[in-house]
Structure formats: structure tokens, C-alpha cells
């Protein structure tokens, strides 16, 4: 039974596989003979051959001497073919498909020297959208081939010769989308020459020879070339950013895959690539697209580059030669397009000499460049003027090296985020002028991410001018040192835009100059606690005469050195919450020269006290202590009538200040008591404790002190210059005890002197005997060892003067009462009608004097007119006698 079986079963087979043996055959030479004329009458295309052999079991088939057309050119329907192949193999090729589908799918295909013309189809699915997709290979294999595709509208899509391919999972879509490739592919062996692709109307991308080995495939002369021009791209494609132009001498990568928008490389290398850029006004629509591919590139390399990229107006904006760019992992799709940097990257190693770039206003040269993820270094930078605009910062600098080590920095949407560990500039040398007359526009920050924190930044061995307004401040041999530098929303509300931890500055020779002044020192220290300056002068600029005619009103012209200043505390005086809280201000070996000329016009503005002066800072501040040690001050005074300028010297001088302060300090006492010590005119000590109260509204104020072992004499270099009066004898004691407010000044004095007379001068400078004689009249020559005090009555205070014009006027009231009496007042409009009528006497004198002089003179006049007339006479008399002894004789 079970043989029967078997041999029912082997007979069954063997019947069906004649069967199959005699349909193959059968199909076979059908083909040969009817599949042309077939292919005609059922499909858009043209099929003739040599040779076929299909194999219906396995679906394989073997053709020579192929040609393929279709038959109606015209149709955009479909996909045009027009050529020829050597040979053709097909593996596996789904007939069923082929004949009722009109699909061709086959898992290997290959062909010999073909010879192909492609046009993309433009047929859509009306239901769906989608075109046709009649090409699908799961391997296709291509041997000495020259192969065009078209789209439509016979426009060039890809165009090889000489191509010898080995491609798996390859898919001819059909598809001729705007910025679509008609084909995708995994794996590929490729070599070919003149290589075209043009995926879009706005680049093209050619090679010369592409050849691969170990999958890797290597480009020679590869381009990426713009189809327009700059004006017509601006034309026709308003809203893209940018138009590249590239060109390397070699591009190699591995690993190509390649599917619609999608590229994906690794390895990439880029010999000596050109790349120029042209830049746009115009920036694209947030919806719009403005790169169409996606691209990953896994170790991109840019080995030699140059880059050059222009401004709309075809000017320069960024060059570097010499680029040498390391990119791991880069990404670039529409999205990253949009952004700051045009693509996403994981690590990068950027190197590169001569980098240029041309802002509206300035040029940067950077002649060395290495930039990593977490560090940059540059080194030899230049940056230069274009032009010098009164309205714009202009900068005018060089430095050896500009050090960055960054902790993290990224673009968080289209912003900048950036924390850095440390800045160093090293030599930083040159000058920054700032703008004149600029309208300050407060900057926005738009493209920051907030926070933006700066750990350190150093400045070194650098030379700096900034010259604002004509006013130049020179740094020699500066170096700064800041730390925790912040940027935030809240500070870029202040005046200053950032806050910051310690800092440090140190300069030598430091320079500012002024108007009519030239600040300089030696050196100059300054941190966040502690300030030092050394040889520190304030030099007029222009003479004494200069400064006279150049200002409207009466001022002071000072002449100041000190040899050291050191301030210690806590400040900020550029934030809006200024405050200076300073433990001790010490001002060693002051030396300040004061000179006032009473030439020019009155300052009749108002002047205010000095608690009301304190008062009126706008901020918190308080000095806990002011010394000023081993000085000298010597204030100096001319007017128009005085013979050069009155001299008053404090030599040996000494000040302490306790609670200088603005009244607006938390905590901390508003009275300012103040103590001078020091020898008046070289010769007299001199004390002096002043005191006022910042919160007193009124300027409430006491001073009290006390001169000893004056000698007049001492006095006469301020006196005699402009009140044409000379002392002597010996003021053994002035002692004096005022207290006031900002309406005037009263309290007591009390003078011991002995000897003590008046001279007054000739203009000449000599005595004038007799009004020196009236004036000591009234004076009390000597005051006698225990003087009483006199009373100094209230003083109105001018508003147009100073302080210290209301306590000399306290003086002078206590010098009249001491050395002329009680009836001061009386005694003093006596003296000055003494002299009136003495000196009305003299003129009196001297007018009747020069009368008799005229009188005598007239009559020496006549009597010499009557001598001459004499003698004219006797001259006449002579004449006549000669003429009558001449007529006697004849």
C-alpha cells in the first residue's frame, strides 16, 4: 500500500514538472518572440533584445543587446526611458507585478554599460497625493554606465558616466518634489566620473571622480555651486537666509544613506574647501523653510580651509584662511538653519589663521585662532577703525592673546547660554574712543540667555587710553583681575548691566586729562575693600593768566600732589545702589596750591554749607575716618587792583575727619567733628575743631581754635598784595569760638598783641607816613597780658559765598572790636573820615601848589617875552645906526 502511494506520487510529480519544464520552455520562446510586441501594446514602452532567458521557477532572467524607449515622450505620466544595456540580469523579478501591476520588484538587478535617460513621472494619486512607485531592487548592480535622470520638465536631476555601482536596497521613487531625490539607498560600492546632481533650483553639486574602497568613498573636485546669481536668488527666494558657494579639492566620507531629505554620512573629510556665503537683509519666515535637507555627519573634517563669507553689498563681513574645523556629530536641518550657528553638534576642534571679520565700524584680524567646545585661545589680535564717527565708540587696539575656558555655552532658542570659567586678555594695548553726542539707546540683550556668568576675568600686562569727550585716561602696565561676573534680568536694569564678586586693578603711570587739568600717579591699586595711590598730582594744564580768560566766573585753579593715598571699606559706585561705606581714608604728604582770582565776574550762584553739600549725595555714604598727614596748603588771591596775589600757608598741616557722611546711612551718626592742626603762614601753630550735623536742615555748625606767637610780618605776603597795608609787632594769641547756621555766623574772640602797627603803602610800595599815622591813632598797639573777650554779633551769612567767607567775616568783626574797640563801627567810620579829610587836605594842597606852579611859570613866560622883545630892539636900533654910517661914508 505504501509503495503504491510512493509511485502514484513520483508519477503526479513527474507529470507537473514536464508540465512546468514544457510552460517555461513555452514561456521562454514566447517571449522571445511576442514580449516586445506585449510590452508595446500594454505598457507606455518600447522593449527590443538579442537575447532572453527567463527562468519562471525562479523568476530570474538574462537579456543582451537591450534598447528601451518610451513610446510617447510627451506623456509626464509616467517615467521616461530612453537608452540602451549591454546585458541585463534580474534575480527573483516579480512577473505577476510586471504584468498586471505594471511594477517592477526584484531582489538583484544587473546591468552592463548601460546607457539610460530618465524623466521622472508627474503623475499623482488623486485620492492620496502620492506619485508612483514603480522601481523598487532590493540589490542593484551597475558595470561601465552613463546614466541622466530628468525631472518633467527635462530639467537635469543626476547625471554620471563611467559608473560602476553596487547598491542594496535601492528605491527609484518616481517622485520629482522640489528638493526630493528620486531614489534612496543603504549600501553602496560606487566609481564614477563627471558626477551632476541637482536637487533643487538653488545649488548644483558636481565631482570628477568618486571612487570607494572599503566603503569608503572618496570625491575629487567636489562643488557645491550656486545656480543663481546674488540678485536673482534675492529675487526669487526672498526668504532664504543664505547662498553658498563650495568647492574641495577631495571630499571623502563612509557610511552614506540616503532617502529623500534625509543624508547621512560619517567620516567626512574635506580637503582645501572653499566656501564663500553671501549673506541676506531679509530674514526668513518662521514657517518657512530655509534649508531643505536633513543632514547628519558623524567626524566631520575641514582640513586647510578658506572661508569667505559677504555682506549684501558684496563687502567682506568674515574671512579665515588656513581653517582647519573638527566637528563630531553635526546635524543640520531647517530647524538648526534658523538658529545662530546654522547646525547641532556634539564636540568640535576648530584651528585657523588670519580670521577677519568687518563689523558697520570697525575690522577684526585674529592671526591665530583655536576654538574647542570648552576652551578658545586667539592670538595677535588687531581690531581697527573703518572710519572715526564723533556718534559711534570707535576702537583702536591690538593684544598678543585672548584665553577663554568655558564651562558650558549652547543656543537655547536662538539665544545664547554661556557659563565661562575664565577670560584672559594678555597685552591688550590701544585706545577706545567713546561716542560724542550719541543718543544712549539701553542695550536689550535679546540674543543672551539668562544667566550669563563669567567665573574670572584677567586682564594683563596691557596699555589703555579711553578718551571720552577729548579727555584721555591712559593705563601704563595695567592689570585686573574680576571675579563672578553675573548678567541677569535684574541687573541689566541697573546702570551697570552685571554684577560681580572680588576684583582687583593695578596700573602704573595712570593719566586722565581734563579741561584745565592733567590727573596722574605713579601707581594705582584697587580692589573691592582697599584703594593705594602713589605720587598722586593734579597739574593745571594752562597758566594762571589762561585760566583767568577762559572762565565766565570766578573759580579755583588747583595745583595738587599727595605722595600717598590708601582708602579702605566696602563701594559700589556704578550699580543704581551706589553706596560707600569706608573704614579710613588716609592722605599722606598733601601738597595743594589754591589760587582764586577776583578778576573774573562774581559766582553768584548759591553756594551751600558743607552738611548741605553732603546732604545733597544722592546715595548712602559714610567715612569713618579722614586723615590728611604732613601736608601743606597755601591758598593764594589776586585782584584787579592787587599787585600780584595774596599768600596764606598751612604748613605742617594735619586734618581728622570722624563720620563723613550723607545722612542717608542706616545706623550710623550724622555729626561731623573735624580737627585741624598745622603752622599758619611757617611760623604760628595753628588748632582748629569744627563740627556740623548732616541731618540738620538749618547746617547748624561750631568752630572754635585758637593761633599763637604770630608775628604780624608773617601776615603781610597775603596782605600787602591787595590791601596795600603792612604790619608788624607779635599776636601772641588769637583765640576764637563760633557758632552759626546757613543764615550767619556768631560768638567771641579774644587777641593778645604787642607792637602792633599799621603801614599804610604808596602805590609805590613805600610808607605813606601820614595816613600810617591816623590809622595807628586808633589802633590798640598793645592789648595787655589778660584782654576780655569781645562779642562777634551775628553775621549775615551772602549765599553767594562760601563757608569760609562767613567765618573770616567772624574774624574781621572780632579784629575791629579788638584792636580798635567796643564802638568799632564809630571808630572805624572815624578812621575812614580822618583819612577822607586828610586826604582831601592833601589834594587841596597840591591842587593850590600846582596853581602858584602855573602862576610862576606864566610869569617867567612874560618876562621872557619882554627880554625877547628887548633884544629885538637893540637889534633893530643896531641895524639902523650901520645904515646911516654907510650913507655918511659915501
Same mark, same amino acid.
Given at each position: 500500500?505504501?509503495?503504491?502511494?510512493?509511485?502514484?506520487?513520483?508519477?503526479?510529480?513527474?507529470?507537473?514538472?514536464?508540465?512546468?519544464?514544457?510552460?517555461?520552455?513555452?514561456?521562454?520562446?514566447?517571449?522571445?518572440?511576442?514580449?516586445?510586441?506585449?510590452?508595446?501594446? *500594454?505598457?507606455?514602452?518600447?522593449?527590443?533584445?538579442?537575447?532572453?532567458?527567463?527562468?519562471?521557477?525562479?523568476?530570474?532572467?538574462?537579456?543582451?543587446?537591450?534598447?528601451?524607449?518610451?513610446?510617447?515622450?510627451?506623456?509626464?505620466?509616467?517615467?521616461?526611458?530612453?537608452?540602451?544595456?549591454?546585458? $541585463?540580469?534580474?534575480?527573483?523579478?516579480?512577473?505577476?507585478?510586471?504584468?498586471?501591476?505594471?511594477?517592477?520588484?526584484?531582489?538583484?538587478?544587473?546591468?552592463?554599460?548601460?546607457?539610460?535617460?530618465?524623466?521622472?513621472?508627474?503623475?499623482?494619486?488623486?485620492?492620496?497625493?502620492?506619485?508612483?512607485?514603480?522601481?523598487? @531592487?532590493?540589490?542593484?548592480?551597475?558595470?561601465?554606465?552613463?546614466?541622466?535622470?530628468?525631472?518633467?520638465?527635462?530639467?537635469?536631476?543626476?547625471?554620471?558616466?563611467?559608473?560602476?555601482?553596487?547598491?542594496?536596497?535601492?528605491?527609484?521613487?518616481?517622485?520629482?518634489?522640489?528638493?526630493?531625490?528620486?531614489?534612496?539607498?543603504?549600501?553602496?560600492?560606487?566609481?564614477?566620473?563627471?558626477?551632476?546632481?541637482?536637487?533643487?533650483?538653488?545649488?548644483?553639486?558636481?565631482?570628477?571622480?568618486?571612487?570607494?574602497?572599503?566603503?569608503?568613498?572618496?570625491?575629487?573636485?567636489?562643488?557645491?555651486?550656486?545656480?543663481?546669481?546674488?540678485?536673482?536668488?534675492?529675487? @526669487?527666494?526672498?526668504?532664504?537666509?543664505?547662498?553658498?558657494?563650495?568647492?574641495?579639492?577631495?571630499?571623502? @566620507?563612509?557610511?552614506?544613506?540616503?532617502?529623500?531629505?534625509?543624508?547621512?554620512?560619517?567620516?567626512?573629510?574635506?580637503?582645501?574647501? *572653499?566656501?564663500?556665503?553671501?549673506?541676506?537683509?531679509?530674514?526668513?519666515?518662521?514657517?518657512?523653510?530655509?534649508?531643505?535637507?536633513?543632514?547628519?555627519?558623524?567626524?566631520?573634517? %575641514?582640513?586647510?580651509?578658506?572661508?569667505?563669507?559677504?555682506?549684501?553689498?558684496?563687502?567682506?563681513?568674515?574671512?579665515?584662511?588656513?581653517?582647519?574645523?573638527?566637528?563630531?556629530?553635526?546635524?543640520?536641518?531647517?530647524?538648526?538653519?534658523?538658529? &545662530?550657528?546654522?547646525?547641532?553638534?556634539?564636540?568640535?576642534?576648530?584651528?585657523?589663521?588670519?580670521?577677519?571679520?568687518?563689523?558697520?565700524?570697525?575690522?577684526?584680524?585674529?592671526?591665530?585662532?583655536?576654538?574647542?567646545?570648552?576652551?578658545?585661545?586667539?592670538?595677535?589680535?588687531?581690531?581697527?577703525?573703518?572710519?572715526?564717527?564723533?556718534?559711534?565708540?570707535?576702537?583702536?587696539?591690538?593684544?598678543?592673546?585672548?584665553?577663554?575656558?568655558?564651562?558650558?555655552?549652547?543656543?537655547?532658542?536662538?539665544?545664547?547660554?554661556?557659563?565661562?570659567?575664565?577670560?584672559?586678555? &594678555?597685552?591688550?594695548?590701544?585706545?577706545?574712543?567713546?561716542?560724542?553726542?550719541?543718543?544712549?539707546?539701553? #542695550?536689550?540683550?535679546?540674543?543672551?540667555?539668562?544667566?550669563?556668568?563669567?567665573?574670572?576675568?584677567?586682564?594683563?600686562?596691557?596699555?589703555?587710553?579711553?578718551?571720552?569727550?577729548?579727555?584721555?585716561?591712559?593705563?601704563?602696565? $595695567?592689570?585686573?583681575?574680576?571675579?563672578?561676573?553675573?548678567?541677569?534680568?535684574?541687573?541689566?536694569?541697573?546702570?551697570?548691566?552685571?554684577?560681580?564678586?572680588?576684583?582687583?586693578?593695578?596700573?602704573?603711570?595712570?593719566?586722565?586729562?581734563?579741561?584745565?587739568?592733567?590727573?596722574?600717579?605713579?601707581?594705582?591699586?584697587?580692589?573691592?575693600?582697599?584703594?593705594?595711590?602713589?605720587?598722586?598730582?593734579?597739574?593745571?594744564?594752562?597758566?594762571?593768566?589762561?585760566?583767568?580768560?577762559?572762565?565766565?566766573?570766578?573759580?579755583?585753579?588747583?595745583?595738587?600732589?599727595?605722595?600717598?593715598?590708601?582708602?579702605?571699606?566696602?563701594?559700589? %559706585?556704578?550699580?543704581?545702589?551706589?553706596?560707600?561705606?569706608?573704614?579710613?581714608?588716609?592722605?599722606?604728604?598733601?601738597?595743594? *596750591?589754591?589760587?582764586?582770582?577776583?578778576?573774573?565776574?562774581?559766582?553768584?550762584?548759591?553756594?551751600?554749607?558743607?552738611?548741605?553739600?553732603?546732604?545733597?549725595?544722592?546715595?548712602?555714604?559714610?567715612?569713618?575716618?579722614?586723615?590728611?598727614?604732613?601736608?601743606?596748603?597755601?591758598?593764594?588771591?589776586?585782584?584787579?587792583?592787587?599787585?600780584?596775589?595774596?599768600?596764606?600757608?598751612?604748613? !605742617?598741616?594735619? %586734618?581728622?575727619?570722624?563720620?563723613?557722611?550723607?545722612?542717608?546711612?542706616?545706623?550710623?551718626?550724622?555729626?561731623? #567733628?573735624?580737627?585741624?592742626?598745622?603752622?599758619?603762614?611757617?611760623?604760628?601753630?595753628?588748632?582748629?575743631?569744627?563740627?556740623?550735623?548732616?541731618?540738620?536742615?538749618?547746617?547748624?555748625?561750631?568752630?572754635?581754635?585758637?593761633?599763637?606767637?604770630?608775628?604780624?610780618?608773617?601776615?603781610? #605776603? @597775603?596782605?600787602?598784595?591787595?590791601?596795600?597795608?603792612?604790619?608788624?609787632?607779635?599776636?601772641?594769641?588769637?583765640?576764637?569760638?563760633?557758632?552759626?547756621?546757613?543764615?550767619?555766623?556768631?560768638? !567771641?574772640?579774644?587777641?593778645?598783641?604787642?607792637?602792633?602797627?599799621?603801614?599804610?603803602?604808596?602805590?609805590?610800595?613805600?610808607?605813606?607816613?601820614?595816613?600810617?599815622?591816623?590809622?595807628?591813632?586808633?589802633?590798640?598797639?598793645?592789648?595787655?597780658?589778660?584782654?576780655?573777650?569781645?562779642?562777634?554779633?551775628?553775621?549775615?551769612?551772602?549765599?553767594?559765598?562760601?563757608?569760609?567767607?562767613?567765618?573770616?567775616?567772624?574774624?574781621?568783626?572780632?579784629?575791629?572790636?579788638?584792636?580798635?574797640?567796643?564802638?568799632?563801627?564809630?571808630?572805624?567810620?572815624?578812621?575812614?573820615?580822618?583819612?577822607?579829610?586828610?586826604?582831601?587836605? $592833601?589834594?587841596?594842597?597840591?591842587?593850590?601848589?600846582?596853581?602858584?606852579?602855573?602862576?610862576?611859570?606864566?610869569?617867567?613866560?612874560?618876562?621872557?617875552?619882554?627880554?625877547?622883545?628887548?633884544?629885538?630892539?637893540?637889534?633893530?636900533?643896531? $641895524?639902523?645906526?650901520?645904515?646911516?654910517?654907510?650913507?655918511?661914508?659915501?
Amino acid at each position: 500500500m505504501k509503495n503504491k502511494k510512493i509511485r502514484i506520487f513520483s508519477i503526479v510529480f513527474g507529470i507537473l514538472l514536464a508540465l512546468f519544464l514544457i510552460f517555461n520552455f513555452g514561456l521562454n520562446f514566447w517571449l522571445k518572440k511576442n514580449l516586445p510586441n506585449y510590452i508595446k501594446n *500594454n505598457s507606455e514602452y518600447i522593449v527590443n533584445y538579442k537575447t532572453m532567458d527567463v527562468d519562471l521557477g525562479t523568476g530570474n532572467i538574462l537579456s543582451t543587446g537591450i534598447s528601451i524607449n518610451t513610446q510617447n515622450p510627451q506623456n509626464q505620466e509616467i517615467i521616461g526611458l530612453q537608452g540602451t544595456i549591454d546585458t $541585463l540580469s534580474i534575480s527573483r523579478l516579480g512577473i505577476y507585478d510586471l504584468i498586471f501591476n505594471k511594477n517592477i520588484s526584484t531582489s538583484k538587478v544587473t546591468l552592463a554599460s548601460p546607457n539610460l535617460n530618465v524623466i521622472l513621472s508627474n503623475k499623482k494619486d488623486k485620492k492620496s497625493g502620492k506619485k508612483d512607485n514603480p522601481l523598487e @531592487f532590493d540589490k542593484i548592480k551597475i558595470t561601465n554606465g552613463n546614466i541622466q535622470v530628468f525631472r518633467p520638465t527635462k530639467q537635469k536631476i543626476l547625471s554620471v558616466k563611467d559608473l560602476n555601482l553596487d547598491v542594496d536596497d535601492l528605491n527609484i521613487t518616481g517622485k520629482s518634489a522640489e528638493g526630493e531625490l528620486p531614489f534612496s539607498f543603504e549600501k553602496y560600492e560606487v566609481n564614477a566620473k563627471n558626477f551632476f546632481l541637482r536637487p533643487d533650483n538653488v545649488y548644483a553639486f558636481t565631482a570628477n571622480y568618486i571612487t570607494t574602497k572599503e566603503g569608503q568613498m572618496s570625491i575629487k573636485d567636489f562643488a557645491m555651486i550656486p545656480l543663481l546669481s546674488y540678485q536673482n536668488f534675492t529675487k @526669487f527666494f526672498p526668504k532664504k537666509r543664505n547662498l553658498f558657494d563650495v568647492k574641495a579639492s577631495e571630499m571623502s @566620507f563612509k557610511d552614506i544613506v540616503f532617502k529623500g531629505k534625509q543624508l547621512s554620512l560619517s567620516d567626512v573629510r574635506f580637503e582645501n574647501p *572653499n566656501i564663500k556665503m553671501y549673506t541676506t537683509n531679509v530674514k526668513p519666515q518662521e514657517k518657512k523653510k530655509s534649508f531643505t535637507y536633513e543632514v547628519n555627519l558623524e567626524n566631520v573634517l %575641514l582640513n586647510n580651509a578658506t572661508v569667505d563669507i559677504r555682506k549684501p553689498t558684496g563687502s567682506p563681513l568674515f574671512g579665515a584662511e588656513n581653517l582647519t574645523m573638527q566637528i563630531n556629530r553635526m546635524m543640520m536641518n531647517d530647524e538648526t538653519a534658523k538658529g &545662530n550657528i546654522p547646525f547641532n553638534y556634539e564636540d568640535f576642534n576648530i584651528k585657523g589663521k588670519n580670521i577677519t571679520y568687518f563689523s558697520p565700524t570697525q575690522n577684526i584680524a585674529v592671526e591665530n585662532l583655536v576654538i574647542r567646545p570648552k576652551a578658545a585661545d586667539l592670538r595677535t589680535i588687531v581690531v581697527k577703525p573703518t572710519s572715526i564717527q564723533s556718534d559711534k565708540t570707535s576702537l583702536d587696539l591690538t593684544a598678543d592673546q585672548l584665553n577663554l575656558r568655558v564651562n558650558n555655552w549652547e543656543f537655547v532658542n536662538n539665544k545664547l547660554k554661556i557659563d565661562v570659567q575664565n577670560v584672559l586678555v &594678555n597685552q591688550l594695548n590701544g585706545s577706545i574712543r567713546t561716542a560724542k553726542n550719541a543718543k544712549k539707546k539701553k #542695550p536689550t540683550f535679546e540674543g543672551i540667555h539668562f544667566p550669563l556668568i563669567i567665573k574670572n576675568v584677567e586682564l594683563k600686562n596691557s596699555n589703555l587710553t579711553v578718551d571720552s569727550q577729548d579727555q584721555p585716561l591712559v593705563f601704563k602696565d $595695567l592689570n585686573a583681575n574680576i571675579e563672578n561676573v553675573v548678567l541677569n534680568e535684574t541687573t541689566i536694569k541697573d546702570k551697570l548691566p552685571f554684577k560681580t564678586g572680588n576684583y582687583s586693578l593695578t596700573t602704573r603711570n595712570f593719566n586722565y586729562k581734563t579741561k584745565f587739568y592733567n590727573l596722574s600717579a605713579s601707581l594705582l591699586k584697587l580692589n573691592r575693600n582697599v584703594v593705594q595711590v602713589s605720587d598722586f598730582v593734579v597739574k593745571p594744564t594752562v597758566s594762571r593768566a589762561q585760566f583767568i580768560r577762559m572762565i565766565p566766573t570766578e573759580k579755583d585753579l588747583y595745583d595738587v600732589k599727595v605722595s600717598q593715598i590708601e582708602a579702605k571699606g566696602k563701594w559700589d %559706585l556704578v550699580s543704581d545702589n551706589k553706596f560707600l561705606d569706608i573704614t579710613n581714608v588716609t592722605l599722606n604728604k598733601l601738597d595743594a *596750591n589754591i589760587f582764586r582770582s577776583k578778576i573774573p565776574k562774581d559766582d553768584l550762584s548759591e553756594k551751600p554749607m558743607y552738611s548741605e553739600l553732603l546732604r545733597s549725595i544722592k546715595f548712602p555714604m559714610f567715612v569713618n575716618n579722614l586723615d590728611i598727614k604732613n601736608s601743606l596748603l597755601v591758598y593764594e588771591e589776586d585782584t584787579k587792583k592787587s599787585d600780584g596775589p595774596g599768600k596764606l600757608t598751612f604748613s !605742617n598741616f594735619n %586734618l581728622n575727619v570722624k563720620n563723613l557722611n550723607s545722612g542717608k546711612m542706616k545706623g550710623k551718626p550724622t555729626q561731623v #567733628p573735624i580737627t585741624i592742626s598745622c603752622q599758619f603762614m611757617n611760623a604760628s601753630p595753628m588748632k582748629v575743631n569744627w563740627s556740623f550735623d548732616t541731618a540738620n536742615i538749618n547746617d547748624a555748625f561750631a568752630i572754635s581754635g585758637n593761633i599763637s606767637d604770630l608775628p604780624a610780618s608773617r601776615i603781610n #605776603p @597775603f596782605i600787602e598784595p591787595y590791601l596795600k597795608v603792612r604790619a608788624t609787632g607779635l599776636i601772641s594769641d588769637l583765640i576764637f569760638d563760633f557758632k552759626g547756621t546757613k543764615r550767619g555766623i556768631y560768638g !567771641n574772640m579774644k587777641m593778645v598783641n604787642k607792637d602792633l602797627k599799621i603801614s599804610v603803602l604808596k602805590q609805590t610800595g613805600e610808607k605813606d607816613k601820614i595816613l600810617s599815622a591816623i590809622v595807628n591813632v586808633f589802633v590798640r598797639t598793645d592789648s595787655g597780658k589778660y584782654p576780655e573777650s569781645v562779642e562777634v554779633e551775628e553775621v549775615e551769612r551772602d549765599n553767594t559765598k562760601s563757608f569760609f567767607n562767613l567765618f573770616w567775616r567772624g574774624i574781621e568783626q572780632g579784629l575791629k572790636k579788638t584792636l580798635i574797640g567796643k564802638n568799632a563801627p564809630k571808630t572805624e567810620e572815624s578812621i575812614k573820615k580822618t583819612v577822607h579829610n586828610t586826604k582831601t587836605a $592833601l589834594e587841596q594842597n597840591k591842587k593850590e601848589l600846582q596853581e602858584t606852579k602855573a602862576e610862576v611859570k606864566n610869569k617867567v613866560q612874560e618876562i621872557k617875552g619882554k627880554v625877547q622883545e628887548k633884544k629885538e630892539e637893540v637889534k633893530k636900533k643896531g $641895524l639902523i645906526n650901520n645904515l646911516f654910517k654907510k650913507k655918511s661914508a659915501q
